[in-house]
């Protein structure tokens, strides 16, 4: 199969977080006829994680099965290509990555040790849950990066928030509370601490907040007497989540929320020799060697979490994930299996 056919094969399969089963049992047979040992091994009911082995290698290469819903996408699951791009729903989120993978494999008999993970578009159970079955030197996440080598990511913080009010006529508000504009007035406040947050001198990220979701309001004649938010808070190098969190904490009180996730920021040693080795694969293969900071979430965090150094790479803008118009450029992900096809040969134990 060509790498593009191999891509809108993935797509077509629908893999939305909670529906990755069908995904990681074709997965399994692609690699089984490739001469990988595979486990499915179950995390949540019908889920399973897939771990696949040809040989032995110190590198773990990993990325995740799940993608986000359709929501407004036309074409979701119908892949097409125009101008050397494929367009549908997990283009570079991660079905690009992994069929950048197959192809590497299918161009090589080197040693190569496989982790795809489920639920990573949600909590993340998938990588929590993962028992790495022996040391590696290191791992290489696949996600959208531009090709650009992150050897870290931003930390981060998932907040839900109730604000009640009470209900009144709309005529009469003065005789109401407004839990919307309370929220939103909340809101205000947690930007301002999360914006404030200490950047390093050596970074060019900038600290993000995002409001998400509100819920809340019958219709516009009835004062809301309930709003709720879900908020997410980039947390950059440097930084610790619960400092942030504790400046946060006073806004909350007489206030239910749920602390969904608080995670801080990962980042390899600037000295792993790995990093030379992409570096020299990068001059090989005729690329630019640029080093990056990722700046959300990824199964990265969980592997280092358990003493796994992992670098984040692939092809594809992030800021194109989870949007209608979702795609990936082919040149992109042929230059990162030839990418994949250096790292196997220069790892192999």
Sequence with gaps: MKLIEILEELIRIESVTGNE???????????????FEVKLQEVLPHRPNLYAQRGSSNMLIATHA???????????????????????????????????????????????????????????????????PKRYDFAIVLEPTELKVAYGEMGG??????????FA???????????????????????E?????EKSPCSSLNPWINLGKIEGGRDSYVVPD???????????????AIDVFEKISPLLKEKNYHLKDIDDPIEIEKDNPILELIASIYDEIGLKFEKTFFPSWSDAHNLATK???????????????????????????????????????????
């Design 193 to 197: 601490i999360a914006l404030s947050q």
């Design 21 to 35: 089963g069908k995904l990681q049992e074709w997965l399994k047979k692609y690699l089984e006829q490739r001469g």
């Design 169 to 191: 006529h709309g005529s009469t508000p003065y005789a109401g509370k407004n839990a919307i504009e309370e929220a939103l007035d909340l809101y205000q406040k947690i930007k």
């Design 66 to 132: 799940d993608t986000v819903p359709a929501w407004e996408h036309p074409y979701a699951f119908l892949p097409f290509q125009k101008d050397g791009r494929v367009y549908g729903r997990g283009a570079i989120d991660t079905k690009g990555q992994i069929a950048s993978l197959l192809k590497a494999i299918d161009e090589c008999d080197y040693p190569c040790e496989i982790a795809i993970f489920v639920d990573e578009e949600k909590d993340g159970r998938g990588s929590e849950s993962f028992v790495p």
């Design 307 to 349: 003493g796994i150094p992992s670098l984040i790479l692939g092809a594809g803008k992030l800021e194109l994930a989870h949007t209608p118009s979702e795609f990936v450029d082919l040149k992109e992900l042929e230059q990162l299996k030839e990418i994949i096809k250096a790292l196997l040969r220069l790892t192999q134990t």
């Design 157 to 166: 913080i998932s907040l839900e928030i109730e604000v009640k009010g009470k």
């Design 226 to 240: 309930y709003c709720r938010i879900a908020i997410e808070i980039g947390i950059l190098p440097g930084n610790r």
